[in-house]
């Protein structure tokens, strides 16, 4: 069916932590944006994500001033990767669109995107054509991030890309059926496939608020992209520890030879902490990944569910 002129009902998925400063202003936004179109009905579900400012008091009053908004209330802070999905879990709309509420992903994009899934793409990907909004330090360790992990890992994850897309309702209906409960949300999206294509936005100021993603916290969130998606990180010590090992050879080759040649030799002592310090460095690294992943196949092991809600508040009309 020609998909140019059926109505459409796009699932926002919007998780909020600590927005009040944020959620009205987003709330009117997107009403105002879509107040016109007569094809295209928003459904908003908003997850709190363990709030412990007046967040959901706020959510609640929208909701009672008939506005139609789902309020899915978590029992903690899980982290914004859980509150996605239990969100893309309970969207119900053709097209779901997960966006951050300080209007960071500027909505209007989303007219761009719904014009590309109709052309019959089931993934559009907003690509930032600026990261101004973010500080140096972020821009360039995020640089980092996607070179390590799309050397190492597969599929690729595009860069400048955020989680802020449009995707059908198979496509979210394949990112339910995923088991993991440690979730990379970007990793996984790019994971189930299906045809993509890009639209491109500036990448906005937040509106109000703080950013709740601290140096500490993305760098964690990186280790947990990379360590999802490739266990190459496991596999280099193979390598390394051959090579440790050949060099190890050549030099023990080396010492008895001269020995042989020119007698015993006493001084050492410089090579050989050298060599202890070098070796039990490398051990330790090693052992360290080993823990990494051990790590994340224990929690794994669990099968703790990926959030707790507390309450689901339906929409009134
Ligand atoms: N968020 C969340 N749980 C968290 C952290 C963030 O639900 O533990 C939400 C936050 O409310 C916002 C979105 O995730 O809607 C993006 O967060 P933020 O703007 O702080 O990240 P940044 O844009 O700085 O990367
Ligand atoms: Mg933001």
């Known amino acids: 069916m020609d998909k140019k002129d059926i109505s459409l009902n796009i699932s926002l998925v919007v998780p ?9 202003v987003f709330i009117d936004k997107i009403e105002d944006l879509f107040k016109s179109e007569t094809l295209i009905s928003i459904e908003f579900i908003f997850v709190n994500d363990g709030s412990t400012d007046n967040t959901l008091e706020q959510l609640l009053e929208y909701q009672k001033g008939k506005h139609h908004l789902k309020i899915i209330d978590l029992s903690r802070n899980f982290g914004k990767e859980a509150a996605l999905t ?7 709309g053709d097209v779901i669109v997960p966006i951050d509420v300080d209007l960071q992903d500027p909505p209007e994009v989303i007219f761009d995107m719904v014009a590309k899934w109709r052309e019959g793409y089931e993934v559009v990907l907003g690509r930032r054509v600026n990261r101004d909004s973010d500080s140096w330090a972020k821009r360039s360790s995020a640089n980092w991030f996607y070179r390590i992990h799309n050397k190492i890992s597969d599929p690729k994850l595009p860069e400048n890309v955020g989680d802020f897309r449009l995707m059908g309702r198979k496509v979210v209906e394949a990112l339910n059926k995923l088991p993991e409960s440690r979730r990379f949300m970007k990793g996984l999206f790019a994971w189930v496939g299906f045809r993509t294509d890009h639209v491109e936005y500036a990448r906005a100021e937040r509106v109000a608020g703080e950013t709740k993603f601290s140096g500490w916290r993305l760098w964690n969130f990186a280790l947990e992209g990379i360590t999802s998606f490739s266990t190459d990180p496991l596999r280099i010590w193979t390598y390394l520890g051959v090579l440790v090992s050949l ?13 042989l040649l020119l007698g015993t030799d006493v001084p050492g002592y410089a090579s050989l902490m050298v060599a202890i310090t070098f070796l039990g460095g490398l051990q330790l690294i090693g052992i360290g990944v080993l823990g990494e992943y051990l790590g994340r196949a224990y929690i794994e092991s669990k099968r703790r569910p990926i959030f707790l809600v507390r309450h689901v ?5």
């Open 313 to 317: 508040y339906e929409p009134e009309i």
């Open 247 to 259: 060099c190890s050879f050549v030099f023990a080759v080396i010492i008895v030879l001269k020995v």
């Open 86 to 92: 239990a969100g893309l879990q309970a969207a119900t």
């Open 16 to 24: 909020v932590f600590n927005e009040s400063d944020t959620v009205g």
